[in-house]
């Protein structure tokens, strides 16, 4: 029913209609009517200003921002909300830049993959605002959410007005769907436009080859629903390899980049990638989960605690963090995205098998992964197994 609902909105948009999306109750509380700028037309424009009466602004991508040199308003912005407002234009097409017809033509022109940064005045009557990267799973505003059921129609740009009563107050929700009803307008949430993104196999943000010293692999960026961004190192086909072989490794500044002996992470991500390479099939699933989950500031101060006596278990406790605050959910969406629901596991945390059949992957075989003993790691290698319960032979 939800996945219908969001598809019906984007299909409207994709004809040329007009939507009104609300946000959280806890956030703005507010609707705004949202339309694709590839399809944007002097009626629509016109009805936007006379029936909503809002700011008619232009949402844009990041990338379609620096294609057009729309860069912030200001530099040092206080708005409550973080709404990311450039300077305000018009295209040079346009007369005085302010009527339904012009500022539909500059809002087209915007979602013209032909137009460049000079074809646009600078300041105009068409406000652009840059999207976040991660869209409404990093922030859930209606700049993030336009781009987000422009991106679902193929698109880069929208416009968006907001909606306010006869009165001048601002529309909330039970007007809002009364609003929708009386112009026959789709009307969504963006708790359910966040909802339906969750559930859906996304594609990533970009994919690159990355041959390395083990083999040909491609590295593949998501942003999940937090904004952040996590990697895929995969090798051969996985979506048809029978259980491809997968290593998950939060990420260890101090282990993969600095080769650091105080823990076995980076020999780890190596010998990963050399198993992946003879298997054929595997990958790589690299969580930006630094310090098990504290963050690379955090994890130096536990370091400096374990020099003055405490383990890496109590360490972490000792800040007021839990011992391991690593979720691994997130795996098993890049696994589903990969097209991937049965896998080998190259792992020595059990914790890692639970969580991965409980968000839907079968782990049919584990694959130990174990390193060099080394006089600076060898308590942590202790600690992981008596401690963490890890399956380690020491």
Known sequence: MLNQKIEHAVAAL??????????NEDREAEGDMIGLASQVTPANVNFMTKHARGLLC???TQQLAQQLDLHPMTTHGNDAFGTAFTISVDHRSTSTGISAFDRAQTIAKLADDTSQAADF???????????KAGGVRERGGHTEAAI????????????????LQDDGHMARRPTLKQLAQRWQLDFITIAELREYLASRQQKPEVSVKLPNRYGKFQLSLYLDDKGKEQLVLSLGDLKHAKAPLIRIQSECLTGDVFGSHR?????QLDLAMKE???AGAGAVLYLRQEGRGIGLLDKLRAY?????GLDTYDANVALGFPADARHYAVAAWLLKNEGVSKIKLLTNNPDKITQLEQNGIEVVARQPLQTTVYQE??????????KFHQLLSL
């Open 304 to 308: 400096h605690l374990q020099e003055q």
């Open 276 to 278: 992946i390479a003879a």
């Open 148 to 163: 987000d059921l422009a991106k679902l129609a193929g698109e880069q740009a929208a416009y968006i007005c907001e909606v």
């Open 263 to 267: 823990c076995d992470c980076g020999e």
């Open 58 to 60: 232009a949402p844009v």
């Open 377 to 386: 790691n060898k308590r942590y290698l202790q600690t992981k197994k008596v």
């Open 14 to 23: 994709k004809a040329g209609k007009l939507i009104i999306v609300a946000d």
């Open 121 to 131: 005045y600078r300041p105009g009557h068409v406000f652009p605002l840059i999207a």
